[in-house]
């Protein structure tokens, strides 16, 4: 039986960090943490939920159904399931995530050193073809990625974070309205945009194939094996959140108080490293923005081959066209549609993953999964409508719920149903034994 070395378990580690670490994961922290000022830990609090906590357990349950996220659905049903998983795929892949990772490392790397209209273009033409020569080989992603970029990128990232703790920019600001009255939801909402819990759906494919690749085919080991590369990542991705919420709390008299991300770490390189400081955030945006990138993309390939009658190498030479394409329309326009899909979304994943690891406490799980999951979708349309600045369409009812005004009305809702169908569930099972 084939089991890891502890470097060969640190590299599968360093990878799936490395996949998580992107371009969201850089720049709405300091952008939250101007913003939550002085409340700046129970916000992060809130964010380290959504931004570290979930996806930690998403790779769980996908490790204990051996890395497919069409098992993570069945309990929900085949065309259910794939409807989901589709939605999620094309989210986090071509529509949204894959291409912000070029824009965003094209903003923060390139943009600040030349004003060219044909810069973007450019870039994203050769950012791509990078992204699609990682790609096309994805059995050597742990050598490639864990053992010799990831290492590069956290080298680049203790620089910059120690600089952010030993010379912060200046003295922790005050909080925004919106975090004055609810630190820990918006910090929990702003993990959202993250898209790492949508993005552990897919990346569980890719951590079970790289760890298959090594030779394990042992059930337990794969599952043992995914969860310590999430837990790897989990421990990286906070120390580098909070660095950055703490750098951007203290960034109000550097920047101002409505800066976004970008602005933030930009401004405060340029103000403490200079010219030299800004080379080295290109590199590391440009770094953590490319394995996110490889690793999307991958993991589209790995699915919609399997899914679709075409091979692996079509699937990821047409996302990574069609994500050029999407590229090209700026970092603001992709924020701005993204949004609302992700607060659709992520209550359907958070539910899915959370339903799949309590599965111990019901005996047939479709009679608990399909009513919570219905009841999630409904209530989670209603907030992305909402998200949307399409609040006239929701019915006047579903913004009474509790934490509705906060975008989390879906969760009473969701407990209720889940009371209710785990009620059920043992009566028929008694019933049936009577």
């Known amino acids: ?27 709405f922290p300091p952008g939250a943490g101007l913003q939550a000022g002085d409340t700046l830990w129970r916000a992060a609090a809130g964010f380290l939920i959504t931004g570290v906590g979930l996806p930690l357990l998403t790779v769980v349950a996908m490790g204990r159904v051996g890395g497919g996220m069409e098992r993570l ?6 065309w259910a399931g794939a409807t989901f998983a589709v939605a999620v795929y094309l989210a986090i892949g071509p529509l949204f995530a ?4 070029a824009v965003v490392s094209f903003e923060m790397g390139v943009a600040p050193f030349t004003a060219s209209a044909y810069a973007l273009p450019v870039y994203s033409v050769l950012y791509f073809a ?23 990128l956290l080298a680049g990232l203790l620089v910059l974070a120690g600089g952010a703790l030993i010379a912060p920019p200046g003295e922790v ?7 004055r009255s609810a630190p820990f939801v918006q910090g929990f909402l702003q993990g959202y945009l993250t898209m790492d819990t949508l993005g552990a759906l897919v990346f569980g494919i890719v951590i079970a194939t790289a760890i298959q690749d090594r030779g394990v085919t042992d059930p337990g080991l794969l599952t043992r094996y995914s969860v310590i590369a999430g837990v790897i990542a ?17 960034s109000q008299s550097l920047v101002g108080t409505e800066a976004d991300g970008v602005q933030v770490l930009t401004g405060f390189v340029q103000h403490r490293f200079g010219t030299v400081g800004s080379l080295l955030l290109s590199l590391v945006i440009t770094l953590a923005c490319l394995t996110t990138a490889v690793g999307l993309l991958t993991a589209c390939g790995e699915y919609f081959s399997r899914l679709l009658p075409v091979s692996y190498r079509t699937v990821v030479i047409a996302f990574a066209l069609f994500s050029l394409v999407v590229a090209n329309q700026g970092l603001s326009q992709l924020i701005s549609v993204s949004v609302p899909v992700l607060v ?8 899915l993953v959370a339903l799949s690891l309590m599965d111990r406490l019901w005996l ?37 719920l509790p934490l509705a005004d906060q975008g989390l009305g879906w969760v009473v809702p969701a407990l209720v149903v889940l009371g209710l169908a785990v009620a059920v569930d043992r009566a028929s099972v008694r019933k049936r034994s009577a």
């Open 73 to 78: 659905c069945a309990p929900i049903g085949k």
């Open 364 to 400: 047939r799980p479709r009679y608990v999964f399909v009513p919570v999951m219905a009841v999630t979708l409904i209530f989670g349309i209603a907030d992305a409508l909402t998200a949307a600045g399409w609040s006239d369409r929701v019915p006047e009812v579903f913004k009474r």
């Open 344 to 351: 659709g979304l992520y209550p359907l994943a958070i539910a």
């Open 173 to 179: 600001g005050t909080a925004a309205a919106a975090y």
């Open 130 to 152: 990078a992204v699609l020569f990682l790609t096309l080989n994805p059995g050597a992603l742990v050598d490639r990625v864990g053992k010799f970029i990831t290492p590069l």
């Open 234 to 250: 989990a421990v990286g991705l906070s120390l580098v959140y909070l660095s950055l919420f703490h750098l951007g709390a203290g």
């Open 1 to 27: 039986m084939t089991r890891l070395k502890p470097l060969d378990l640190l590299a599968l580690g360093f990878m799936t960090f490395a996949l998580f670490l992107g371009a969201g994961n850089i720049i």
């Open 98 to 101: 894959t291409p912000r990772t």
